[in-house]
């Protein structure tokens, strides 16, 4: 240490002197003078080797971890020509660094990666999401966002389907040009939501067309295009079973289909027919019992 602290008793001090040759009347004018100088924000622990041992593995272990996500940290801002200061551990960012790195190892944990793996994934993603406005300050204030980045990752990697997901972007384009005359295009981030609707529509065996024009019709009142967030969920489940009800298109092929054991429903067309043919074998009948008496 460049500037080392004594903390020892009184007694022992005593003894100090006294080894020494000096005077220990001297010991309580230097004990009032030394109380001005008294370190305030260090605090000594006192514990049993055993515990002591262990304390000092895991302090250990938390610098050395700290230490890796800096060393990740400092060589992605490098790659990426960002512009920061070396963080040491006399550092002012050195607090922040260390929040930092807890929250990428839990990001880590949360999606069983390595640490090495996890740390650089974590800041590579926040530089991505931050951009131009990347500090270590943003980065500590965005985890939630960077977990919800990596998580849309892995649900458009892993989207067993991708056709069909292409197929329900290209039906919300067709919503957008029939509702509000005009184009928009997709994030690439987005798609994640359309993985969402896709999977919501399959589960109701929805045509995407009908999903996703379900969805425009529920908020063209407002002359607003849904979100993303409400194409999918129990909400757009609701919304669309009331749009096919309301547009007569539930069990419409069921509708024309002569229900099994079951007679037609005559019409007044069919009854006026039957009248007029019972009405003419009546007749003929007649004809014949009279021709025969002859």
């Known amino acids: ?79 990426n020509n960002i512009k920061t200061l070396t963080i040491t551990r006399s550092s002012i960012q050195y607090l922040t660094l260390k929040e930092v790195c807890y929250q990428a190892l839990e990001f880590s944990k949360m999606f069983n990666l390595e640490a090495e793996k996890g740390f650089k994934l974590y800041v590579d993603i926040g530089v991505k999401l931050l951009g131009r406005t990347f500090s270590l300050y943003r980065l500590k204030g965005n985890a939630n966002k960077i977990v919800e980045w990596y998580r849309d990752d892995q649900i458009i990697i892993n989207d067993p389907s991708p056709n069909k997901t292409t197929g329900m972007v290209i039906a919300w384009s067709e919503a957008v040009k029939k509702y509000f005359s005009t184009t928009l295009t997709i994030n690439s981030k987005d798609l994640a939501h359309f993985v969402h609707a896709k999977n919501d529509a399959e589960s109701v065996k929805a045509s995407s067309q009908d999903w996703i024009d379900a969805q425009f019709e529920k908020w063209s009142y407002l002359n607003i295009i849904p979100q993303f967030t409400q194409l999918y969920g129990d909400n757009a489940k609701l919304i669309y079973e009331m749009y096919m009800a309301k547009t007569k298109k539930t069990n419409k092929k069921e509708f024309f289909k002569k229900p099994i054991n079951e007679q037609d429903i005559p019409t007044k067309a069919a009854e006026q027919a039957k009248i007029i043919r019972e009405a003419r074998i009546h007749k003929s009948v007649e004809s014949t019992g009279s021709e025969n008496a002859g």
């Open 1 to 79: 240490m460049k500037d080392p602290a004594l903390h020892i008793r009184r007694s022992n001090l005593s003894s100090i002197f006294v080894e020494l040759g000096i005077d220990v009347k001297f010991i309580p004018a230097i004990m009032e003078k030394a109380i001005k100088y008294s370190i305030k924000n260090r605090v000594v622990v006192t514990t049993k080797s055993k515990g002591k041992k262990k304390s000092d593995r895991h302090i250990e272990s938390d610098t050395n971890l700290v230490d890796q996500f800096n060393r990740i940290y400092s060589e992605t801002m490098l790659t």
